[in-house]
């Protein structure tokens, strides 16, 4: 059926080998990862499962590994994505073919899989389930004190501290929390220079926020969190949103239905149960 393509896993662990990885992301989904791409970050596990024409890549789906914490157990995990085909070898069942494959490869190394998409309809053959994710509306317990010791963190400049404090982070949740994701937070904040990395000193902490409607709280990375106080110094006393179950957290918050502003819909697959309400980080969104 595609006798004229070259099926290969690849790993693209190669940066000499990555440029049409990186091509055909940007000529599908127009994401420029060159600034990622020259940090040297690549997952070991990291399977991209292709299809060749000569030395163009005619068509992908990747998966790399991204434990989880569900109800306060870690669940081997793992991401799809990166799926897409080029226009020229569309309606051949590439996209049926490679997921297959790359499920096989799934079900094989993890129990649970997620995905995000615009288009949910296509993955529902394959067992997938749309989650709905809710953000957290509300506010700190007790009182905002002395501003703490923080100071703003780079991807490039900072590269070696927000891999130490990805590697050894505690979940932000014991519902749903992701355990480590450094890679697609490294895209995310050379994506959106708004967002505020705010490294706070006396913690060893990284607290990533942003400054929307209300203040939105988006990830914390570090070996613990910080004190409710510390965040409510930080964040002000304002209401604010917490885009993660705040079950961790001390204060008053309740679930809304959270609107992707991409449109992309969290889909998940597998025998683990996940109660509702909750939301992975926007750091994990790839």
């Not at 899989?113 to 394959?126: A, I, K, V």
């Not at 708004?194 to 203040?215: I, M, P």
């Not at 819909?265 to 996940?274: D, K, N, S």
């Amino acid at each position: 059926m595609h006798s004229d393509l070259i099926f290969r896993v690849e790993n693209f662990a190669d940066p000499a080998r990555r440029r049409p990885w990186l091509d055909l992301l940007d000529d599908i989904f127009g994401i420029d990862l060159t600034a990622f791409n020259q940090l040297g970050i690549w997952s070991a596990e990291h399977r991209a499962f292709c299809y060749w024409d000569g030395g163009t890549l005619a068509a992908h789906v990747a998966y790399r590994p991204v434990p989880l914490t569900v109800d306060g157990t870690i669940v081997a995990a793992g991401q799809i994505h990166g799926v897409a085909t080029r226009a020229p070898y569309r309606q051949r069942g590439l996209f049926q073919d490679l997921m297959g494959r790359c499920l096989a490869h799934c079900d094989a190394h993890c129990d649970l899989q997620f995905l995000y998409t615009e288009t949910p309809d296509l993955y529902t053959p394959f067992g997938f389930r749309i989650l709905p994710e809710y953000s957290f509306r509300g506010r700190f317990a007790g009182t905002s004190g002395q501003q703490p010791s923080s100071r703003p963190l780079t991807p490039i400049a900072d590269l070696a501290l927000i891999q130490r404090l990805f590697a050894g982070r505690r979940p932000v949740s014991e519902r749903l929390g992701l355990c480590a994701n450094v890679d697609i937070f490294l895209i995310h904040a050379i994506a959106h220079p708004h967002w505020h990395l705010s490294y706070l000193q006396a913690e060893d902490v990284l607290v990533v926020w942003e400054k929307a409607t209300r203040r939105r709280l988006i990830d914390i990375a570090g070996a613990r969190l910080p004190a409710p106080q510390t965040l409510l110094s930080l964040l002000g006393e304002d209401e604010l949103d917490i885009l993660f179950p705040p079950d961790l957290l001390d204060g008053s918050f309740t679930p809304v239905p959270h609107v992707p502003e991409d449109n992309d819909l969290l889909m998940v697959r597998g025998h683990c149960t996940i109660r509702e309400p909750v939301m992975l980080p926007l750091t994990a969104v790839s």
